[in-house]
């Protein structure tokens, strides 16, 4: 499965948006762009998935790229309660799932 | 509300004893799975089971059983705890080759 490569911490303003890159430069034809995050002492919660197309649903949006190389995570309007662990995974099987170190996202009062 | 429920949400144990973590969904997801999530290594899965008593190895088997007698539920055992088992346990669900996971609270399981 195609690996994905994230910055490990970013921090955000209240408020504003939040944009959390992911790298997944090996990524073939059959394989989702999934994005996860973990609340401290959670268990990871999903927040949205993409083949080849942009995405957005209550949570955040999703860009892909044309080439399908890198993906965007968006959330609109960062909150306190946004702070986490937030995965990118890119798989063909539930069961391929490879959860990195992710990145670290702190939204900041 | 779907739900994931991890049986306990701590354990303490003893090296050599036999530990049992208990996991139940009700969703009626086919597809279940084990992970473990450490410092630095983020989650890696340890078995899963796509139906009612099949399971599969994951990346981490070794030391780790599993059963699955009922679809509901997903157990992992440790037959003979080791304090390299240390860790915090996740449980997960979910319905076909791509569906979404949903994971329960965690166990967070030392082993003294």
């Known amino acids: 499965d195609a690996k994905t490569t994230q910055p490990p911490s970013m921090d955000c303003a209240e408020g504003r948006a939040a944009n959390l890159p992911c790298n997944h430069s090996?990524?073939?034809?059959?394989?989702?762009v999934y994005w996860y995050r973990q609340i401290h002492s959670q268990g990871p919660q999903y927040i949205i998935h993409?083949?080849?197309n942009n995405e957005t649903n209550e949570m955040a949006s999703l860009i892909i790229t044309e080439d399908r190389k890198s993906s965007t995570l968006i959330l609109p309007h960062a909150t306190l309660r946004d702070t986490a662990v937030y995965y990118c995974i890119v798989s063909d099987r539930s069961y391929k799932y490879i959860f990195g170190t992710g990145t670290r996202l702190k939204v900041l009062a | 509300d779907v739900k994931v429920t991890q049986s306990s949400r701590y354990l303490v144990k003893r090296t050599g004893e036999k530990v049992f973590l208990e996991c139940v969904q009700d969703m009626d997801h086919e597809n279940m799975f084990w992970y473990r999530q450490d410092p630095g290594l983020g989650l890696r899965l340890i078995y899963f089971?796509?139906?009612?008593?099949?399971?599969e190895k994951g990346d981490i088997p070794e030391g780790y059983s599993v059963s699955r007698e009922k679809k509901e539920r997903f157990s992992l055992i440790l037959e003979s705890a080791s304090t390299n088992q240390t860790s915090m346990y996740l449980c997960?669900?979910?319905?076909?080759?791509?569906?979404?996971?949903?994971f329960g609270e965690g166990s967070r399981l030392t082993v003294l």
């Open positions: 090996t990524i073939s034809g059959n394989e989702y």
């Open positions: 997960a669900s979910s319905q076909g080759y791509t569906g979404e996971l949903f």
């Open positions: 993409g083949l080849k």
């Open positions: 089971s796509y139906d009612v008593k099949m399971k």
